[in-house]
């Protein structure tokens, strides 16, 4: 229980006890375009409700927050300074009073932006004692009020039920059932009965023995026991897995007939993918519960990826995710075809891998607990809290859950990509090497303290990244940098040996360096004198990453980063300008783009990089980050400074032409096309460089596996589609009008796909997955509200009596009348989970 003694008046009397999980937090969003255009009027009330007066000073209140706060609150009872990155206190001021039991305060403030979503506002609030100024205590329930801001592109539950009534409803026979779709498909008749009877023949030297395995473990749950050991057994229906060596190395060959199922390849790639086929290909619904027969429709497929690189990023250093959900992400990965799995492993607010070599990175760099110094963990970072037992700001995977993990996404034929975040992001490593440099230096090993420090002491640089922070960038001009990259490298190489992994390429970040950092460090101007090459703090740059790629070739693998580890930074009349770095052409470094955000100059950035030789993955900011928000509105969570991302966003981009699927800005406005005027578009050799596709999910926000899911599903599914299947004809059909006219068919389809087959699939798929149900949309007509949703087969029910309606309320099945109480409507899925409330402007 958090509870502390406390001091609070000139005699130092001590007060009774308070316990700071007695104190609750609301925050309301008030006023948008206060004062300017920019800031919102913000408040948190604290409500005591415990048995014991909260006193009216003697203590500061600890919180995070994504965006700056002014200093001075409105309402003058209080304080608020910023601490560093998103951390900023609150200080009671002489007018704070006392919080007896029952009563609460409220405290004003504002914000440098308006509030647009839940997202906004402020979050882990925790009390710090005056007298105990070491240790936080977390405050207990949070919540929000309601906010109905009134900005432009808001989407209301009209806009959704216009978004939505051009979607028609196919009957699910019509539908293709392998998912994505196959190169080729054809329903042949008839049908392959699932059931006991089957026989999956497994010889000891079988090519795809491991597959065909896997393909048990999954398929003998859904009819409740195990097929039959050989044809001898009487059973006349087998699944064959037979190689073809006409095949490319991924590709596939599935025909189902009724008395036997056949999938041909030439690696154990292609055959595992010809099962994922054979997966979806099951009803979904059959994964619900086990039956005794399921119906397998006869078809013939031909089937092989449009890219190489189907990948998935996950951030697990700003907020930790456990290793069973990162298992559970590698199956669905699976399911889909996806074969790259980016782990984010570091980053400034946590340091996720056992490094054995160097244990301080994970017994300060994984914690984080209230703290000023970082001496012993870093401080809490969105909304984990004062206390450093907590699930999201601290945790790691040790060595051996690593290898596990390695060794799962090996058998799923996924390659796992660790990043290393530097030299920027780095927090998380540069307060663990001090915390070691301290512990070693008290013992009197100084050459030892120094042989890993990341930072000088002794310099003076002042600088703030995009977050915030002021002491997150390695300084690159020390020799003891390089040492622990090498020694960082050395540990992740050896785990991959002993989990017996592929290990093609490490990613080592590269972004977010902000100006002026190193200008004042004693090691860059000792590195100047000796380098007469370097002749500014940007010509660092060249001089890191070409001495990391030499450590990493030298292991036999090549290097990765995001897109700022292949510019070089030079000027155009007179501004900063950026161009593909011909220095690190003929190193064949791979740089994931994700800079094309619209009307900032970046739009053709990943275009340049390819056209200029660099093999290039989209992980475009626009279409396939799904931290991002769903679209602009209050109870929709995620960040939206790059886009609001939609299931659309992925489904509709085209990689080799997506300034052509770029129809709104990032506020979801209609764009102007003008900003693409003298851009690069892709040539043809740019093309053959698009090495494939990345989707991401950035964890600031992510603080439970189910918010995972909620932000990663279904958008994964529309991201799947682009990845592997083939290029639509609507992506490359010149014709404005009939361009659009392809696509809406193909967008109706993919909707009527996901409804009646895949969103029941995950519901039950690997004991289901906590997808995003869509809100209804709802529009007013005579008097009388329709409503429809965006995935066919999902059931919409309302209510008439001012209650949020439940898997027991009314079915929807025609027009609603306007009641006093109001109407609200909620989408659920077969499992009887709702979507958020649609809940209409009655006139």
């Not at 965006?67 to 001021?93: E, H, M």
């Not at 009965?193 to 749950?221: H, Q, R």
């Not at 044809?231 to 599935?254: C, F, H, P, Q, T």
């Not at 851009?679 to 918010?707: H, P």
């Amino acid at each position: 229980m958090a509870v502390a003694f406390i001091k609070v008046t000139a005699k130092s009397i001590d007060e009774p006890q308070f316990n700071a999980h007695d104190l609750s937090i609301t925050w309301e969003p008030v006023q948008n375009d206060y004062k300017t255009s920019q800031q919102s009027l913000n408040a948190i009330t604290i409500t005591n409700n415990g048995k014991n007066t909260f006193p009216a000073s003697g203590w500061k209140l600890y919180f995070n927050s994504a965006r700056l706060i002014a200093s001075a609150t409105v309402t003058g009872n209080a304080k608020i300074d910023f601490v560093n990155g998103d951390l900023f206190s609150l200080t009671p001021t002489g007018t704070f009073t006392e919080i007896k039991p029952g009563q609460s305060v409220r405290v004003e403030f504002v914000d440098d932006e308006p509030v647009v979503n839940i997202t906004d506002g402020p979050e882990g609030f925790y009390v710090v004692w005056d007298n105990q100024p070491d240790k936080g205590y977390n405050t207990g329930v949070f919540s929000l009020k309601p906010f109905k801001p009134n900005y432009a592109g808001l989407v209301t539950p009209a806009v959704v039920y216009d978004q939505n009534k051009n979607i028609q409803d196919v009957a699910e026979a019509q539908l293709t059932k392998v998912f994505p779709t196959p190169v080729s498909y054809k329903e042949t008749g008839g049908f392959f009965s699932l059931d006991k009877d089957v026989v999956v023949m497994i010889s000891p030297n079988d090519k795809f023995a491991k597959e065909l395995n896997l393909l048990k473990e999954t398929l003998e749950p859904l009819i409740g026991g195990k097929f039959k050991a050989d044809i001898k057994s009487g059973s006349l229906k087998m699944i064959n897995v037979l190689y073809d060596g006409r095949l490319d190395s991924e590709a596939y060959r599935l025909t189902v007939n009724p008395g036997t199922i056949t999938i041909l390849a030439s690696t154990s790639s292609g055959a595992f993918y010809g099962i994922q086929s054979l997966k979806t290909l099951i009803p979904g619904l059959a994964w619900a519960h086990p039956q005794k027969e399921i119906q397998i429709p006869c078809v013939d497929v031909k089937d092989a990826p449009r890219f190489p690189y189907r990948a998935f990023m996950i951030d697990v250093g700003r907020n930790f995710q456990p290793k069973s959900e990162i298992l559970r992400m590698l199956d669905v990965m699976a399911l889909y075809k996806l074969n790259v799995f980016h782990m984010h492993l570091t980053d400034d607010e946590g340091w996720r891998l056992e490094i054995t070599s160097l244990p301080e990175l994970t017994d300060v760099g994984a914690k984080r607990g209230h703290t000023l110094d970082a001496k012993n963990n870093l401080p809490p970072s969105h909304g984990s809290g004062g206390e450093i037992d907590n699930k999201t700001g601290t945790g790691y995977y040790t060595r051996a859950d690593f290898i596990e993990i390695l060794k799962y996404a090996n058998n799923l034929h996924i390659q796992v990509v660790p990043e290393l975040e530097s030299p920027g992001h780095a927090r998380s490593a540069i307060k663990a090497m001090n915390a070691r440099y301290h512990r070693l230096m008290a013992a009197g090993k100084k050459d030892e303290a120094e042989r890993y420090l990341l930072y000088d002491p002794n310099d003076q640089s002042q600088y703030s990244s995009n977050q915030y922070w002021n002491d997150n960038i390695m300084d690159v001009s020390l020799p003891s940098t390089y040492n622990f990259v090498d020694a960082v490298i050395n540990d992740v190489v050896s785990m991959y040996k002993d989990a017996g992994a592929p290990l093609k390429t490490i990613n080592f970040g590269g972004d977010e360096v902000p100006a002026h950092v190193w200008e004042k460090s004693p090691a860059y101007l000792a590195l100047q004198a000796t380098h007469p090459e370097i002749k500014t703090t940007g010509d660092l740059w060249y001089y890191f990453y070409g001495r990391v790629n030499q450590l990493v070739k030298a292991k036999g693998i090549y290097l990765s980063g995001w897109e700022e580890m292949t510019l070089r930074k030079t000027a155009l009349d007179g501004q900063p300008f950026y161009v593909p770095n011909p220095d690190f052409m003929p190193e064949h470094l791979q740089a994931e783009v994700w800079n094309n955000s619209l009307g900032d100059g970046n739009e053709d950035l990943a275009y340049k990089l390819a056209n200029a030789g660099y093999k290039t993955v989209l992980t475009c900011v626009t279409n396939l980050y799904f931290d991002m928000a769903h679209y602009k509105s209050f109870d929709e969570p995620g960040y939206y400074w790059g886009a609001f991302v939609d299931i659309d966003k992925p489904f509709s981009f085209i990689p080799f032409d997506y300034f052509k699927n770029s129809k709104v800005d990032r506020n979801g406005l209609p764009i102007n096309r003008n900003i693409f005027i003298g851009k690069q578009r892709l040539t043809d050799y740019g093309k053959t460089n698009i090495y494939g596709l990345q989707s991401a999910v950035w964890g600031e926000n992510i603080k439970s596996t189910q918010r995972l899911e909620y932000m990663l599903l279904p958008r994964l599914l529309g991201f799947a589609e682009r990845a592997w299947s083939k290029d639509p004809d609507w992506a490359t059909e010149k014709n404005v009008a009939k361009s659009d006219s392809l696509y809406q068919v193909a967008w109706v389809n993919f909707l009527n796909v996901l409804g009646k087959r895949e969103l029941p699939r995950l519901s039950y798929y690997n004991n289901g997955y906590n997808y995003r149900v869509p809100k209804p949309g709802v529009v007013l007509q005579d008097g009388k509200y329709l409503a429809n949703v965006q995935f066919p087969g999902l059931v919409i029910r309302y209510t008439t009596n001012g209650k949020e309606p439940d898997a027991k309320s009314n079915i929807y099945n025609d027009a609603v009348t306007i009641t006093d109480n109001g109407v609200k409507f909620r989408a659920f899925d077969t499992k009887g989970r709702g979507s958020n409330v649609s809940e209409p402007v009655t006139p």
